[in-house]
């Protein structure tokens, strides 16, 4: 039996199988349950809760499938917090933490969370050790943190590597990222950052951490150095992980007084080598903060996202409430202790305007390109509980009887719900739970909507055809979009464009369509503008389509080999092409 050493209370894990589609034109009414919640994790198909339904129940772990069972029977755990872990497990956190299948409801007591740890600390010092990078590396020197803690993702650690060769630079520290079979990259060694030099009136390019690169102005020799004093992981999808680092930028030697920071896009597959030790396939740096472009229209905007990630709005941040949407940064806070927003942050490559007076200087930002925001309960006090990131990264919220959910431009009423609810927790469209905190009324998706139809006097065995719309998961993790039940194949206009082969599965990758070349990003969605892929330029025209030839980007000559590929360092026609890409004039 689960008890609390402050008062008796119960985790209960309530399954409801039945699939449905949201109208488009209507929110639907949930009815409300009788049922004492303090907390709640909605999963696919299922709801895991701490509480009970009636005062004759017994407190303890239930699962229900349509009847409820004690899965805790022959156990006596004691637990403290309830917590989403990996893409399907309850975490029960105690001394030791233990780990629900939300899949089953079956406990996992071979394994705690501290042991899956231990081992793959153990299993990563065994790969670290045969490099000549971390060659004196003991896994008592590697401490790990978890990435996504308290959200259904991919379980991915950040590293630290205290001893060993990394003694020599970043303050004896090497970073990383591993996976739990210790499929590591390292990230102390790829920088690709664009650094401005006020002397140069440009951006300079520097590959590598710690690594002086030379430059010339006016015949004078000049040098820059980018130092990584932190990183912290922010995000992560399915090929990347996304973390702000902390630089030291030393110009000439000397040090400048303000650290700078940059967002981080780091490949989560292996690349090259450095001594030994695998590197990421790719990483691509976008600066934070308006720094030497105050002088840009932009400034505000690029201000907005430092001060979300690093500065003074930091701390407004919801658990988890930076995900990654159609490559974009979309970040959650809560604000005014009344209101939940919604910020899409673009991660790009553009010009902007330094300060002397110099104009147009190329450069990679991460910006704020538009804000959302939504009322939110608040019955006096913070109110995260009636905020939740679903597993797809979507903002939901609830407000006075009506659930939202942020559908990427605007805040969308999908159900309604009684007045008292002031807690939720969602897994997606069709499976949430929302509750009384400190009260004894809860709905989920499928109970709510039988207390509906019930009050409506709809009977229970009369049922409708339901027709498909919109997206549809399929068993194997792909995606098919349904027009009217029928599934769609090749381009479907979604919010993004997406392209679906003739099976009706949605692509992502490059994508041929009838001898062009497209791109679509991990979600799908079409890109446009510049894209970077492992460490190749490319750029996507306005209809999408991989341009090739010359292109004329805001006042900029740029050559688009036969392969789609940006040339640089070279002579095309007769015009010099500079490391950027760019023609030197």
Request: charged share 25%; net charge negative; hydrophobic share 35%.
């Amino acid at each position: 039996m689960f008890n609390r050493t402050s008062k008796m209370t119960a985790l209960l894990v309530a399954a409801a199988a039945v699939t449905s589609i949201v109208p488009a034109t209507a929110a639907e009414r949930l009815g409300t349950k009788e049922g004492t919640i303090t907390n709640a994790i909605a999963f696919d198909g299922a709801y895991v809760y701490d509480g009970y339904r009636t005062d004759d129940d017994d407190a303890g772990l239930y699962f229900n499938n349509g009847k409820d069972k004690m899965v805790d029977e022959d156990e006596d755990y004691s637990y403290d917090e309830l917590a989403k872990y990996g893409s399907k497990y309850a975490l029960i956190k105690d001394d030791e933490d233990f780990l629900v299948d939300l899949s089953n409801g079956k406990i996992l007591d071979d394994e705690s969370v501290q042991d899956k740890e231990t081992n793959t600390r153990t299993k990563l010092n065994t790969s670290l050790k045969k490099t000549d990078r971390y060659g004196k590396t003991d896994s008592s020197d590697i401490t790990l943190e978890r990435l996504n803690k308290g959200s259904f993702a991919d379980v991915w650690y950040k590293y630290t590597a205290t001893t060993g060769a990394g003694a020599e630079y970043n303050e004896g520290k090497l970073y990383g990222f591993t996976n739990e079979s210790a499929k590591y990259v390292d990230a102390t060694h790829t920088a690709n950052m664009y650094v401005y030099s006020s002397v140069k009136g440009a951006t300079v390019k520097v590959e590598e951490f710690n690594d002086e690169v030379d430059y010339t102005v006016s015949g004078a020799k000049h040098k820059v150095e980018v130092q990584l004093e932190n990183l912290t992981a922010i995000a992560q999808d399915s090929d990347y992980i996304y973390a702000v680092a902390e630089v030291a930028v030393i110009n000439d030697g000397v040090k400048d007084e303000n650290n700078q920071y940059f967002v981080q896009k780091i490949s989560k597959s292996q690349g090259d080598k450095k001594d030994g030790a695998y590197l990421p396939k790719s990483v691509a740096s976008y600066q934070l903060g308006a720094g030497s472009f105050s002088a840009d229209s932009d400034s505000d905007d690029l201000n907005t996202v430092y001060d979300l990630l690093v500065g003074a709005n930091k701390a407004d941040v919801v658990t988890n409430g930076v995900q990654v949407k159609n490559g974009n940064l979309v970040i959650t806070t809560i604000e005014d202790d009344k209101k939940v927003v919604v910020y899409t942050v673009k991660l790009k490559k553009t010009k902007l305007d330094a300060i002397n007076n110099v104009d147009n200087v190329d450069t990679y930002i991460a910006i704020s390109d538009s804000d959302e925001d939504q009322d939110i309960i608040t019955n006096g006090k913070t109110r995260e509980l009636a905020v939740s990131i679903d597993a797809e990264g979507n903002t939901w919220a609830l407000d006075k009887g009506a659930i939202y959910k942020f559908d990427g431009s605007k805040f969308k009423e999908m159900y309604t719900c009684d007045r008292s609810l002031t807690a939720l927790d969602v897994y997606n469209d069709s499976n949430l739970i929302a509750w009384e905190e400190d009260g004894d009324v809860y709905t989920t998706v499928n109970e709510g909507k039988a207390v509906t139809d019930e009050e409506a006097g709809k009977e229970d065995d009369k049922t409708e055809e339901v027709v498909k719309s919109g997206w549809d998961k399929n068993a194997d993790g792909t995606w098919s979009y349904y027009n009217n039940g029928a599934k769609a194949t090749g381009w479907v206009q979604a919010g993004a464009w997406y392209y679906l082969n003739a099976n009706g599965i949605m692509q992502t990758g490059w994508v041929n369509d009838n001898g062009t070349w497209y791109y679509c990003n991990a979600s799908g969605a079409m890109q446009t503008g510049w894209l970077l892929d492992g460490s190749t330029w490319y750029y996507l025209q306005a209809n999408g389509a991989m341009k090739t030839g010359w292109l004329l980007d805001n006042g900029t000559w740029y050559y688009l080999n036969a392969n789609g590929s940006m040339a640089a360092n070279t002579t095309v026609d007769g015009y010099k092409l500079g490391a950027n890409g760019a023609w030197i004039r």
